[in-house]
């Protein structure tokens, strides 16, 4: 037995040996893949070929994840595809003035979505692109109306004579579970200051209220307006024309036999019918013809981007900069990963750039809905302390700052908005819900006393007592005095003033501008160029775009936060394409709401994102 002891303890050493040096080859090959994806190879850019630009999923002001994770998804062949519009850009503002790319070809079929401020940003630097004298064509399977916006500003548009073009314009519809917290007996306690403040509608009604409808039409026809207005131009075609193709097309696909490419090619969206071979040659024809694909030569803009951004690492930073901060997603209180706005993630920046000799003034880029009262303020304080400073600080709005994200905008020396951001909301709002009912259906109830009226106020599982409500709604009421307040003293209005423009009433980049919400129309690059002229800097200035830096315990805690997302999407828990009984309707929006208002606080909130 002690020789078969030993031997067996010997295959067992061997066998262990063989499983560690397994896993060592298996770590090696992991840290290997994930190397390849992270590192910064230098593509090569032939001297002469055509950009190709090519937005992956949403175009987004900032990317909600972190380099790993998209790292990861590359290596998995997964990930949730995003692109950062400044990087988009700058690709093409950079490929203008280079002598090797000699046209841009537009590859729009995986771009999912963009609010009209970014396109629009899109489209003025293809405009700058072809005052370059370079062509940009556009070609397409299918466009959505996102899709063919930017197309539009092509100089020869092309679809595939299978293809088709669907303008839809813009729609507001909303969930409504006023009658799931019935079934459910869900007792829901609103508190709201501010009578265009619909935020709280989702739980108290069953269909959209007057005052949201009136709102809504005013701030969704600028946006389509906006849209007709712009594509028209660009086409050399008439708004009304633009409304007739997607009102008419049922009588009038007629006219062409029911052929979808057909009729967008009759009524002048496109310039030609081209399978992607025929225009693959038409391409060639301005950018050479690839040798080995027969094609045209092309390079896809992200290796493009690695290799501008290379450059700029190797160039000397000026010594003085305008600093470009992104604030991106719900404003949530405490430190926040990509994606969403962490109150003290984002003031600590601001803090650091306060500091820093180098930064002379601050664009504050902001695409948020709000959030948190507390996370709001806490920015806006830093937003206060760089002023004082006498560094200048401009809001730069994207498709939506709304709510908690215009006030975080409302002290900057001045606001810039596109005429189709949607922005306002200046309104609060505080939702309860208690669940005595619910759970008595259940047969669970609950019994007790505390020391004080106020003992056990928050326990959801007892009926909301008046008192305490009294006490919440003066909280809502004193939020919303704070939310005039800081609005009065940045626009310099008296507060009654400002009363008669807020009351939650969400409003048009344009009609904000007409309200005095706003300051002047303009973009990202226009915000810049004014932040540069506010800090007095000549020609010579750079650009940074500065990241919230992370401890390796808040960076660990939100990537398993991260993770256990994706496993309940891997469940099958947080699919949005998965239809959601009541029950998970109620626990998505309660979810949404602690979030938002974390510890009790009011919540500077607006539901009126679209993209």
């Known amino acids: 037995m002690g020789v078969i002891g030993r031997l067996l303890r010997g295959l067992w050493h061997g066998l262990d040996g063989v499983r560690k040096v397994l896993h060592l080859v298996l770590l090696l090959v992991l840290f290997g893949l994930l190397f390849a994806a992270l590192r910064d190879s230098v593509p090569y850019i032939p001297r002469e070929a055509a950009l190709v630009l090519a937005p992956q999923g949403q175009v987004v002001e900032e990317l909600s994840s ?53 396109l629009q940003d899109m489209a003025a630097a293809l405009g700058r692109f072809r005052e370059s004298g370079k062509k940009v064509f556009a070609w397409g399977s299918y466009y959505d109306q996102r899709q063919y916006y930017l197309a539009a500003h092509a100089d020869e548009v092309y679809l595939d004579p299978f293809g088709a073009v669907l303008i839809d314009g813009y729609g507001y519809y909303r969930q409504y579970l006023k009658g799931a917290a019935d079934k459910l007996g869900v007792e829901v306690n609103v508190f709201r200051a501010g009578e265009f403040k619909s935020a709280t509608d989702t739980y108290t009604r069953s269909d959209m209220s007057p005052e949201d409808r009136e709102e809504a039409s005013a701030w969704l026809g600028a946006l389509w307006d906006g849209w007709k207005s712009d594509v028209a131009k660009a086409r050399g075609l008439e708004p009304e024309a633009l409304q007739a193709y997607a009102d008419r097309a049922a009588e009038e696909l007629g006219e062409v036999g029911g052929d979808l490419a057909q009729y967008a090619l009759s009524r002048g969206l496109v310039d030609g019918l081209l399978t992607d071979e025929q225009f693959s040659e038409r391409v060639a024809r301005e950018a050479g013809t690839d040798p080995d694909t027969h094609g045209y030569r092309a390079v896809d803009w992200e290796p493009y981007l690695t290799v501008l951004r290379s450059e700029e690492r190797i160039l000397k930073a000026p010594d003085q900069s305008v600093a470009v901060v992104v604030a991106a997603g719900e404003i949530l209180d405490g430190q926040q990963g990509p994606g969403r706005v962490g109150g003290e993630t984002l003031a600590a920046l601001l803090r650091e750039l306060r500091h820093d000799d180098e930064v002379r003034a601050v664009v504050l880029r902001i695409d948020s809905p709000g959030g948190s009262m507390y996370a709001s303020e806490v920015i806006r304080r830093e937003v206060a302390a760089l002023r004082s400073a006498g560094k200048p600080v401009v809001a730069s709005m994207s498709s939506v700052a709304a709510s908690g994200g215009y006030y975080i905008a409302a002290q900057a020396d001045r606001i810039l908005a596109a005429p189709a951001t949607i922005t306002g909301s200046i309104g609060v709002f505080m939702v309860l819900p208690t669940f005595e009912t619910t759970l008595g259906k259940l047969g669970i109830t609950y019994d007790g006393f505390g020391t004080t009226e106020l003992s056990g106020a928050w326990r959801l599982e007892r009926r909301l007592d008046p008192e305490f409500a009294a006490i919440l709604e003066s909280s809502v009421n004193d939020a919303y005095r704070k939310f005039l307040g800081v609005v009065s003293q940045g626009r310099e209005r008296p507060i009654d003033e400002v009363d008669g423009i807020a009351q939650g009433r969400v409003w048009s980049g344009a009609d904000a501008k007409a309200a005095g919400l706003v300051d002047e129309f303009g973009g990202l690059n226009e915000a810049v160029e004014v932040a540069a002229k506010l800090a007095g800097l000549d020609q010579d200035y750079g650009v940074t775009w500065p990241q919230p830096a992370l401890t390796w315990q808040e960076a660990l805690a939100l990537r398993m936060r991260g993770s256990l997302g994706r496993g309940l999407d891997l469940l099958g828990l947080e699919s949005p394409d998965l239809p959601l009984s009541p029950a998970g309707l109620m626990t998505r929006e309660l979810r949404l709401l602690l979030e938002l208002g974390q510890d009790g606080q009011p919540v500077y909130w607006c539901p009126c994102r679209v993209d």
């Open 66 to 118: 972190d380099p790993l994770d998209r790292a990861l998804g590359r290596v998995s062949g997964g990930g949730h595809a995003e692109s950062r519009l400044h990087d988009l850009v700058d690709v093409i503002d950079a490929a203008a003035g280079d002598d090797r790319v000699k046209a841009l070809v537009l590859d729009l079929g995986s771009m999912e979505g963009a609010g009209l401020p970014k």
